[in-house]
């Protein structure tokens, strides 16, 4: 039950930011007990983006009108605009980072994989080039960076995020970007360029703040983006 948690999150916030894995399996009936939550609980604007366990069903467009129709803004190459603070949001995808990241070459299934990458990427880029305010926050569901899965095992690091993500993220002026999905890596990095970069998993931000098991930030406006 996460109402609790939920509930004392306006207490710290004025934004709440979600970053994915909102179901465990994609199931309709998964999102309707979330928005039931949401609705009951949240008194602050929120905005997010879906995570891989929100595909996995195949019926991500139902768990998404859903979850819309609670109040939660969700995007996914889209942006919006919440109190003078600009959010760009993809879920992104694997791949790998640095001198590792995947290249399409090969067999059309690696080729399929890293256009995959290739497409959320440019999808973050546009959605970034679209706002025009000051302050700018990106919202992930894969890791832009390696700094935020290390921790995790290094066998798995391809499938945790890729630096085709880290790439728009270099070109224009964002003030923060916040992801999920490295349950057991570390809760803070920074892009090339110093942008910093927060793994806000639920399962992490437990072991990290067990008595507030979720990051509260500041943007340059001074308004407060909770994860």
């Known amino acids: 039950m996460l109402i609790p948690l939920l509930s004392r999150v306006h207490e710290h916030a004025d934004i709440l930011v979600l970053c994915g894995d909102l179901t465990d399996y994609g ?19 929120m905005v997010g ?6 595909y996995e069903s195949d019926q991500a467009p139902e768990v998404m009108r859903i979850l819309r ?12 605009e919440i109190r003078d603070v600009g959010f760009a949001g993809v879920k992104g995808f694997g791949g790998g980072f640095g001198r590792g990241v995947l290249g399409a070459w090969g067999e059309s299934a690696t080729k399929q994989f890293v256009n995959e990458a290739i497409t959320e990427s440019l999808k973050l880029e546009n959605a970034l080039a679209r706002l025009r305010t000051a302050a700018k926050v990106a919202i992930l569901h894969y890791a832009p960076v390696r700094d935020t899965v290390e921790g995790e095992p290094l066998e798995i690091f391809p499938y945790l995020g890729c630096s085709r993500l880290e790439e728009p993220l270099t070109r224009y002026a964002v003030s923060a970007v916040v992801h999920g999905h490295a349950h057991h890596g570390a809760p803070e990095g920074r892009t ?3 942008t910093p970069v927060y793994n806000v998993s639920l399962s992490l931000m437990r072991e990290t703040w067990p008595d507030r ?11 407060e983006v909770t994860t």
Not at 49 to 54: A, I, Q, Y
Request: net charge negative.
């Open 192 to 194: 090339t360029n110093g």
């Open 49 to 54: 983006v879906l995570g891989n366990h929100d």
């Open 69 to 80: 129709e609670a109040g939660l803004t969700l995007l996914d190459g889209d942006t919006t």
């Open 213 to 223: 098991p979720y990051r509260v930030m500041e943007v340059e406006t001074a308004v």
């Open 27 to 45: 199931l309709p009936e998964e999102a309707a007990i979330l928005a039931r939550d949401l609705q009951t609980a949240v008194r602050i604007p």
